[in-house]
């Protein structure tokens, strides 16, 4: 059974940082592409980042670029999302997600007040 169960949300002033974690089980981590997700009240849910199955490739939504690093740990079958310099619209409910699947995390809220 693949599961994914994210961390490392919660509630930080503008300017802070939060550093999310997805931990993956059930299938072969280090040969998938692992993808992050955001969704704000009343928005679509869009994406944040991905990043290769050996990591040597990633991309980042125009929003975050700059502030957002995605990395992953094969060995841990992780996926990381280090959010930095955080503004209030980063608010959302973010997923980590398997690429070109339907398996999604059951996503952790990350608040960021002004």
């Known amino acids: 059974e693949v599961q994914l169960v994210e961390s490392g949300g919660g509630l930080v002033q503008a300017g802070g940082s939060l550093r999310l974690s997805c931990a993956a089980s059930?299938?072969?981590?280090?040969?998938?592409?692992m993808s992050w997700y955001r969704q704000a009240p009343g928005k679509a849910r869009e994406l944040v980042a991905f990043i290769t199955n050996a990591g040597g490739s990633t991309n980042y939504a125009d929003s975050v670029k700059g502030r957002f690093t995605i990395s992953r740990d094969n060995a841990k079958k992780t996926v990381y999302l280090q959010m930095n310099t955080l503004k209030p619209e980063d608010t959302a409910v973010y997923y980590c997600?398997?690429?070109?699947?339907?398996?999604w995390g059951q996503g952790t809220q990350v608040t960021v007040s002004s």
């Open positions: 059930g299938f072969t981590f280090s040969t998938y592409t």
């Open positions: 997600k398997v690429w070109g699947t339907h398996y």
